[in-house]
């Protein structure tokens, strides 16, 4: 039945949700444009048949047409509309809860960004790979406000809520790349918040998740440094000290002092760490000691190697690791994520993109 | 009161009750600024409100001008994405509270409801003043929120967006709405005691035309449903600006009890905003096609069953939320149940046109325009109702299409039908048919070509609330603000010609369209006491022609005379 629309009013059909979709959308098309078609008909019919000054029969009306009619259209409209409400339901009832054995994908949203990471331990921003034929269980979370997660190929939409988990699953049935879109207003970028959804062949996958870097490498030195030499204690999201944010900021165009502007990139970076006082971020002062001489090279490597990967995004494991049913609202947890940059009081307003 | 069609209409009042000196009109009773400003004549607290709901409409018309333009191409090219969110909060703000929600009630209710049952005024005459001064002084703090810099929330307010991230004018902007909250309370009860003490003899709530059943259920709904709305804008105004932890997750609050509480008023509200289109239907289409209205009691029980089942329907707007899939399958039952009652209404106004005498007369062509825009917008929401379509389709274009049918297509060609229908009677002048015609029309292409593409764009996957798009879409998204166009000239007309004919227009007759309500048994406009003498209801309403008896009589339309004033 999914075949009776036209191609280029479908968007791509790519999980097993998407054709059973497809199919009731399809039917209750039909059916409303039946009714539709029913009711203009008759209004033409009678308007142009009874237009003033016709000669059409005016009599009595039947004794028919009365509340034995209503009575029977009541209940014939009723009928029609609890077939719809059961159909829709067995589908969406079957569909509830994921196979047992469905791999587990984390997801957590943050203006405007999605992180993911796979039970495998592969993380990803603004991408998600996954293997076709395998059902996968998306466990959410948002760090900030509330996004939804919309794979429109999937036909899959589920909110990702601050401080609780949501779940959802699916199971692609194509190999491509599809769009993952943000569907809750979620503010200034919201129409950018968007990534994809890469599904492969299982070999393809498997050969693209060994190649991804494993935990203990560049970064997670970096990591230990970002704190062991107190670049945390400003550059924390959660920190009193007046400093750039740095989650998230690589590949950014950052406003500078007189009109100009820079990308963050390796060599900023670097010269950021080494003469601290040269491109000061607008709207901050320049109060960052120099780490001349500080620091070894191989250290601003694994530094910048962890700011690449965006300096949260390693924090994000813990909370990750929850168990799924755990909430991490509970009381007494502090897990408490930190606030998007560009909300924290005082933060530089966020660039405008071009 | 002389020709021939006049007297087998005046059945319903007491053509003995009418005197012949005349009293001076109600736009003649005082001609100061202050003879207005001050006035508890619920006729001129109607073209208050007229007057204010026609400026934000326009401003509501302008934003909503502005994001189709920038939606013209998939990049950002007009505005910048604060400014584009701004712009789409400012356009449903502004449209659902200042324009969609006070549109029919608080002018042609205002207007027409004492008119209609034989009242001399509403029960409360200065309460229905003040309803006006606060209806303006929160639209005026709103336009503030605006001046000051913009809200860029939505029209829904969902927190911990307007709570806490929000850098824009929340506050203002939600106490302006709240404010008009108090004032459609206040409507509300208004005209629930109007309707209760106020019926003229003979009025029996069986004979009451189905506007003023309407007027009713709505106001049933102003009154149960707008204190949730109060409640839960003063807990985000608490949250926001005094910090108390009500909705916020970081201190134990719930994101999703704010839905809840945000959804239990702003469904009903959509009720708000069709029932009194559904009222205004009736009259016109029973007018122009010279018929009773058919099932009368059935339409009655309608309305009734649509305003009570509709407070039980609001959890259909969050099933992507993460709600109990249990409570998502009760509330998509009831919201499949609700339809019923609006197909019945719409079978029982096509049953009326059968073997009518239809004319074509511009209020006319709005219904008709009405019940095809209606039909598609109500089943469109079948489809919502579907949780697992639901899921798909939720917050895309195939969402904004859907009550756009039911906001757009359905009350507000129902709001024009209605203005044009009772023009005569509130100005006392005739607006110019052709132009009239040509406008409802236009208007109709207009929309079609403006919503029908986001149906289609919806279900490809555009999201709602988007400055920027997947280019892909892009065709739907040009068809569609190709569309808005035409409907701006659409809209733009009757502002023209309806301001012409204020000044130039001839003048109406008391009745020109032959209609049968008690409202016409008097001049156009009417005096300040709105009727001469104690007007007597004798029958049923609608009586243009029995259904056992054939139209013999009612076929050459007979014009009436000329203006009593």
Not at chain 1, 1 to 21: D, H, R, W
Not at chain 1, 288 to 296: D, F, I, K, Q, V
Not at chain 2, 293 to 321: D, K, N, P, Q, R
Request: charged residues 15%.
């Amino acid at each position: 039945m999914g075949n009776l629309i036209p191609a280029f009013l479908k968007p791509e059909s790519a999980s097993v949700q998407a054709a059973k979709v497809d199919m009731i959308f399809t039917g209750l098309t039909l059916i409303s444009a039946g009714i539709v078609a029913l009711v203009i008909g008759l209004v033409v019919t009678f308007a142009i048949r009874f237009r003033r000054g016709s000669r059409a029969n005016r009599g009595e009306l039947p004794s028919l047409v009365s509340s034995e009619f209503e009575i029977g259209w009541t209940a014939a409209t009723l009928f029609v509309f609890l077939f719809i409400f059961w159909w829709a339901t067995s589908i969406e009832i079957g569909a509830y809860s994921a196979p047992k054995d469905a791999m587990e994908v984390h997801v957590v949203a943050k203006q405007w960004m999605w992180k993911t990471q796979s039970a495998s331990g592969a993380r990803e921003i603004n991408e998600l790979h996954v293997p076709v034929g395998a059902p996968v269980r998306l466990i959410l979370t948002s760090q900030d406000v509330i996004h939804s997660f919309y794979i429109p190929a999937f036909r899959l939409k589920r909110d990702a809520l601050p401080y609780q988990q949501t779940e959802t699953w699916f199971q692609a049935t194509k190999t491509g790349s599809f769009h993952l879109l943000c569907t809750e207003f979620c503010g200034t970028d919201h129409s950018r918040m968007l990534g994809r959804v890469i599904v492969m062949e299982p070999q393809d996958y498997a050969r693209w998740l060994s190649a991804q870097p494993e935990r203990d490498g560049l970064a997670e030195l970096g990591e230990r440094l970002f704190t062991a030499r107190g670049c945390s204690g400003c550059h924390d999201a959660g920190s009193k000290v007046h400093a750039p944010s740095l989650a998230g900021i690589w590949g950014q165009a950052v406003p500078l002092e007189g009109n100009r502007t820079a990308t963050v990139d390796e060599a900023y970076l670097r010269d950021s760490i080494l003469q601290p006082k040269r491109d000061v971020v607008v709207g901050y002062e320049p109060i960052m000691p120099s780490y001349e001489g500080l620091l070894t090279d191989g250290e601003i490597q694994s530094l910048v190697a962890y700011i690449r990967l965006g300096t949260d995004k390693l924090d994000l494991i813990q909370s990750l690791s929850l168990e799924p049913s755990q909430n991490i609202c509970a009381p007494g947890q502090s897990s408490a994520s930190p606030r998007s940059p560009a909300m924290v009081p005082g933060a530089p307003a966020q660039t405008p993109r071009p | 009161m002389s020709s021939g069609a006049t007297a087998d209409a005046t059945t319903l009042a007491n053509p003995r009750e009418l005197p012949l000196e005349l009293p001076a009109s109600y736009l003649a009773d005082g001609r100061t600024l202050l003879s207005w400003l001050a006035t508890t004549d619920h006729k001129r607290i109607a073209i208050l409100y007229a007057v204010v709901i026609t400026f934000f409409f326009f401003v509501g018309g302008i934003a909503a001008t502005l994001v189709r333009l920038e939606l013209f191409t998939p990049q950002a090219d007009l505005v910048g994405s604060d400014t584009y969110n701004k712009l789409f909060s400012l356009h449903g703000i502004v449209m659902v509270w200042f324009f969609l929600i006070p549109s029919i009630p608080t002018t042609m209710g205002n207007f027409l409801l004492p008119l209609m049952i034989g009242a001399r005024d509403l029960a409360f005459p200065k309460l229905n003043l003040v309803s006006w001064y606060l209806n303006l002084g929160g639209g005026l703090l709103t336009l503030a929120a605006v001046l000051a810099g913009g809200i860029d929330t939505g029209w829904t307010f969902y927190v911990p967006y307007s709570t806490t991230f929000s850098n824009s004018f929340v506050t203002l902007a939600v106490l302006g709405v709240l404010v008009s909250g108090f004032s459609t309370i206040a409507t509300g009860v208004n005209f629930i005691a109007t309707v209760h003490y106020l019926r003229a003899p003979g009025m029996t709530w069986f004979r009451l035309p189905l506007f003023v059943w309407a007027m009713y259920t709505t106001s049933l709904i102003f009154v149960l449903a707008t204190p949730v709305l109060a409640v839960t804008l003063t807990l985000v105004v608490a949250e926001r600006s005094f910090g108390l932890p009500i909705f916020d997750p970081a201190r134990g609050g719930d994101p999703i009890l704010f839905q809840h509480l945000f959804w239990f008023y702003s469904h009903p509200a959509v009720y708000i905003m069709v029932l009194p289109a559904m009222g205004v239907i009736s009259e016109v289409i029973t007018c122009y096609a010279r018929r009773r209205i058919f099932g009368y009691s059935f339409m009655v029980y309608a309305l009734v069953a649509i305003a009570m089942i509709g407070f039980f329907t609001w959890g259909h707007h969050m099933f992507t939320s993460g709600m109990s899939p249990y409570a998502a399958l009760v509330f998509s039952f009831l919201s499949f149940i609700v339809a019923v009652p609006s197909a019945i209404k719409v079978f029982n106004w096509t049953a009326t046109l059968y073997r009518g005498q239809i004319g074509f007369e511009s209020p006319m062509l709005y219904a008709l325009g009405f019940l095809g825009l209606f039909t598609v917008g109500g089943l469109t929401g079948l489809f919502l109702a579907s949780v697992p379509i639901d899921v798909h389709v939720q917050d895309t274009y195939f969402v904004v299409a859907h009550f756009h049918y039911i906001m757009v297509g359905a009350s507000v060609s129902a709001y024009f039908a209605g203005l044009h229908f009772w023009w005569p009677k509130i100005t006392g002048r005739m607006y110019p048919e052709a132009w009239a015609r040509f406008a409802a029309i236009l208007m109709f292409f207009g929309f079609n070509l403006t919503f029908f593409p986001q149906f289609i764009a919806g279900y490809l996957g555009m999201p709602r609330r988007y400055h920027v798009y997947p280019p892909e879409f892009q065709v739907w998204n040009v068809l569609s603000s190709a569309g808005a166009a035409v409907l701006a000239a659409a809209y733009l007309m009757p502002l023209g010609y309806l301001t012409w004919s204020v000044f130039f227009g001839s003048r109406a007759p008391n009745d020109p369209w032959n209609a049968s309500g008690l409202e016409w048994r008097t001049t156009s406009p009417p005096p300040r006491q709105n009727f001469f003498g104690n007007p007597e209801v004798l029958a049923q309403p609608y009586n243009y022609h029995p259904e056992s008896t054939p139209p013999i009589k009612d076929q050459p339309r007979v014009p009436s005379q000329g203006s009593l004033t």
